[in-house]
């Protein structure tokens, strides 16, 4: 249901935020290193540090408000 928000908001954000796709099943030990316990589970990285956590699905204005925020 989140994917396509998120592809709306990678070619929104093109060339400034990059997008990727984990699955916590073939990946346990990055899950727990983020504490994902919920799925889906959006992290937002800066400079390699998570700053951010948006978990559960939300609208694109939400998502595009918490990425503004790490971009601007």
């Not at 799925?39 to 951010?52: R, W, Y």
Request: hydrophobic share 40%; glycine share 8%; no cysteine.
């Amino acid at each position: 249901m989140v994917a396509p928000v998120v592809e709306e908001l990678s070619d929104d954000y093109d060339g400034k935020v990059k997008f990727v796709k984990l699955n916590t099943d073939e990946n346990p030990v990055v899950a727990g290193k983020y504490g994902i316990r919920s799925i889906p589970t959006l992290l937002i990285f800066k400079d390699g540090e998570a700053v951010g956590q948006v978990i559960g699905f939300r609208p694109k204005s939400d998502l595009a408000k918490h990425l503004d925020e790490v971009v601007s």
